[in-house]
């Protein structure tokens, strides 16, 4: 449905994105994730036709966002990060508006606009001066607009900054509820929302892509080692040394101490190896008490920090 | 043109929604009502001393003493209005944000501009219909000449349309109101004042300088003379105005 290919904006000198190439499938939500000026609003930007790209192809549907801007237009709902809506006017006027604009007929108008005030729930306001509305309710009337004329694309610029958490719960939810029927881009710095919502990640830093798959994938590809989180009752001295003696295993740490001698443990085992039968066979052997047992896995979070800090480590390599 | 009317209404909406274009209007009006009042008050002391003096007869003219310099004094207010009428169309929008998302739409730049060149369009247009009542006026105690006031509100119309161009280009380069409406106050000042030194500079720079005089091609029109050279002037005056704004848009390209 999307299709980026070596995308590259400059702004006079300074690098906007490089060389950002990407496949978005038809139904799919990808997320775009990166710190602040990673270039996720740059790329958004010449997706929806703001302006053209420095170098490189970008094509929704096959269209060229260079050549077909107003047919490219047509097929994207867009939501720009600081929710840019005018102030003025009231919630029913301004959707009237967006629907005219956007080419919907005049008998359909009406069911159209109510329908997307269903979707978002902005029913309740509907007469209500923009400019009066809390901020959740303005990111919904943002949606609302997005949303109108059914485009199968939809954009969003960090949909889900400066809520309170029950409306990022309910926004979240919201955009599940779309997963299959639009292709949706959605660009966050908040890890947690991509793993929520998002079946891909493509991270960004400094204008480059550095990595994309999906959270799971890349949590697990990220991972040089498995590691393995355990509570056995036992003298500390012995569990550690019995322990590090089973073939395969890289490392044990003891940690928190939780009952009289009952200790957490963090073993390293090696990348593709499932050590858990052994263990627990090893331990139950030696008498000791196995109280818990459980793989743990990267987040995303572990997995962001890593990219962007090896990133910088390749950096200061390069100097 | 679906797109044009869609903004052109959203536009009109938002002027008289809120009370900038009664603001506007008012002012006009008031301003324009006390001209008109001190030219009548002249005309018919004049005609007082015209019925003691018969050499003055000849120079009482409805139309040479009153209309004449009210059209001439409303082009003058257009000046200083049309700035304050045009600073928002574009640097508002930049300033929200809401430009990004408009741009998103299936619109041409083009029907964005004409959009909201029409809407400020009708704000002076319905400011100017209501001043109609001044010659309605003097149909009723006088006759003058109706040939010269449809001139004048053509040569107004005209200055309108120009200067909102010119109004538009500065707006849609700055995101700042204050400064959109200073720059175009300035050039249209300049505009208006550049014909004054035509006389003392040499040549066929004195010529240009004349030619470039909005207050000169406007003068005939307030006269009830309508020249091809006025016409075309202003009509290329909005012309290169509109085709600036169109590229201070696009400039989005390589700006970014």
């Known amino acids: 449905m999307i299709k980026v290919e070596g995308l590259t904006k ?18 799919e939500t990808v997320g775009l994730l990166g710190p602040n000026a990673a270039g996720k609003t740059t790329t958004m930007r010449i997706l929806t036709c703001l302006f053209p790209p420095t170098r490189g192809k970008a094509e929704v549907a096959g269209l060229s966002v260079v050549e077909k801007p107003l047919q490219v237009k047509k097929l994207i709902g867009y939501l720009p990060e600081t929710t840019p809506l005018y102030l003025d006017m009231t919630v029913s006027s301004y959707l009237g508006f967006v629907a005219e604009i956007k080419g919907i007929r005049y008998k359909n108008k009406k069911e159209k606009i109510k329908q997307v005030m269903q979707t978002c729930g902005i029913e309740n306001v509907r007469e209500r001066i923009i400019g009066k509305l809390s901020k959740g309710y303005r990111q919904r009337v943002g949606l609302a607009q997005a949303l109108l004329n059914n485009p199968p694309v939809l954009i969003l610029d960090e949909p889900t900054i400066g809520l309170d958490p029950k409306q990022t719960f309910e926004f979240r939810q919201l955009i599940r509820g779309m997963r299959g029927k639009r292709t949706i881009i959605l660009s966050t710095h908040i890890l947690p929302e991509v793993s929520m919502t998002c079946q891909r990640v493509i991270i960004i830093n400094k204008g480059k892509i550095v990595a994309q798959d999906t959270p799971y994938n890349l949590a697990s590809q990220l991972q040089k080692s498995n590691r393995i989180y355990l509570q056995i009752e036992g003298h500390v001295d012995e569990v550690t040394k019995g322990i590090s003696g089973i073939q395969g295993i890289m490392g044990i740490k003891p940690g928190k101490r939780i009952a009289q001698n009952t200790f957490e443990y ?53 100097k | 043109m679906k797109n044009f009317s869609a903004l052109f209404k959203k536009e009109i909406k938002s002027y008289f929604v809120s009370p900038i274009a009664y ?43 009153i209309l004449r310099p009210l059209f001439s004094n409303m082009s003058f207010i257009l000046l ?18 809401t430009l990004e998302l408009l741009l998103s739409y299936p619109v041409r730049d083009v029907e964005v501009i004409m959009g909201k060149f029409a809407a400020s369009l009708v704000v002076l247009l319905v400011a100017l219909g209501i001043t109609s009542i001044f010659p309605i006026i003097l149909f009723i105690l006088g006759e003058p000449e109706a040939g010269p006031i449809i001139c004048g509100y053509l040569g107004l119309i005209l200055m309108s349309v120009a ?49 470039l005089s909005a207050f000169n091609h406007f003068s005939s029109f307030a006269r009830g003379v309508i020249n091809t050279s006025d016409l075309t002037f202003y009509i290329n005056l909005s012309l290169f105005f509109l085709f600036l704004t169109a590229k201070s848009l696009q400039a989005r390209a390589w700006k970014g």
Do not use: H
């Not at chain 1, 593709?272 to 990267?298: D, Q, Y």
């Not at chain 2, 018969?54 to 009482?60: A, D, F, H, M, R």
């Not at chain 2, 200073?182 to 066929?204: E, H, K, M, R, Y």
């Open chain 2, 23 to 65: 603001v506007l209007i008012c002012v006009f009006l008031v301003i324009c009502g006390y001209f008109f009042y001190r030219d009548l008050l002249y005309f018919s002391f004049l005609s007082l001393q015209a019925g003691y003096d018969s050499s003055l007869q000849s120079s009482v003219n409805i139309n040479e003493l």
């Open chain 1, 10 to 27: 400059y702004y006079g000198p300074v690098r906007g994105i490089e060389d950002v190439s990407f496949t978005v499938k038809e139904g």
């Open chain 2, 163 to 211: 200067f909102i161009f010119v109004g538009m280009l500065f707006s849609s380069l700055t995101e700042n109101q204050i400064i959109a409406a200073t720059a175009t106050f300035g050039a249209l000042l300049l505009f208006w004042a550049i014909g004054w030194s035509s006389a003392f500079a040499p040549g066929v720079l004195g010529k240009l300088l004349a030619q």
């Open chain 2, 80 to 97: 200083f209005l049309v700035p304050l009428l045009t600073m928002r169309i574009f640097s508002e929008e930049k300033k929200l944000g």
């Open chain 1, 266 to 318: 963090i073993v390293e085992t090696e990348k593709n190896i499932n050590l858990t039968k052994e263990i627990a066979s090893f331990v139950v052997n030696s008498g000791w008490g196995l109280l818990e047992m459980r793989p743990l896995s990267m987040g995303l979070e572990d997995v962001f920090v890593n990219l962007v800090t090896e990133e910088k480590v390749a950096e200061e390599k390069e």
